[in-house]
């Protein structure tokens, strides 16, 4: 069974310029969560999408924003990107239940 | 005051070794209590999960939960440096799906 897949693995911008990031459920999951790891932050609940719904949002201003497309696949984008939005951008996944996330191994986003 | 409190470490112990890792928190509502192993550059890998007070136990790993202390507990026995890791713990309260995680024990098991 294929995991939680994350692409890109890297990504570097600079300052003020938009990213997106894009992530792949594993199969038969209909819920997927943002989280980003930031260095001395630790990881910092973003979204939770299901059924193609936003369900939940954390303490993110607005330039970050996704969705969820009918395959339950996911896209996050971060516009006009800040220096300290550097980070792991870390998607999981599961059936629906409030425990058991699967996480794929992230994107590495590099704001210069 | 962080809602949950980890301390980062680092730890180092020996092969072989019992290693204690934990977590306090402050938010009596949480209900589920989750630990997860990170390796470096690889997102965070479910261990255990407990629901409510108790002990669970899966093989070396044993998670232990006192919600009348808010503190949560992950044993490892008989380490393994392949048990070298980042360990972090989460929790949740009720259905928002908001995990709220400590920072993570940096973990080094030596042959």
């Known amino acids: 069974e294929a995991g939680v897949t994350q692409s890109p693995t890297h990504l570097i911008k600079t300052r003020g310029q938009q990213a997106t990031l894009r992530c792949s459920p594993i199969?038969?999951?209909?819920?997927v969560y943002w989280y980003q790891q930031a260095l001395g932050l630790g990881l910092q609940f973003l979204l939770w999408y299901d059924e193609g719904e936003e369900r939940n949002r954390g303490n993110f201003p607005p330039r970050f924003s996704g969705r969820q497309f009918p395959n339950y696949s996911s896209e996050l984008n971060v516009n006009a990107l800040e220096l300290e939005d550097s980070a792991l951008y870390l998607c999981?996944?599961?059936?629906?239940?409030?425990?058991?996330?699967?996480f794929g191994s992230g994107t590495r986003l590099t704001v210069v | 005051q962080k809602e949950v409190e980890q301390d980062p470490g680092p730890l180092s112990v020996p092969e072989g070794a019992i290693v204690s890792l934990n977590c306090t928190y402050s938010?009596?509502?949480?209900?589920?209590f989750m630990w997860y192993r990170q390796y470096s550059r690889k997102g965070p890998e479910l261990l255990m999960y407990t629901y409510s007070s108790g002990n669970k136990e899966d093989g070396r790993f044993t998670a232990q939960v006192d919600k009348s202390s808010k503190y949560i507990s992950l044993f490892i026995r008989d380490s393994q440096p392949s048990d070298s890791a980042t360990y972090l713990c989460a929790m949740i309260a009720g259905n928002n799906r908001k995990l709220i995680w400590g920072l993570g024990t940096s973990l080094a098991v030596n042959p």
């Open positions: 199969s038969g999951h209909t819920s």
């Open positions: 938010n009596s509502a949480f209900q589920y």
């Open positions: 999981a996944s599961n059936t629906g239940t409030a425990y058991g996330y699967t």
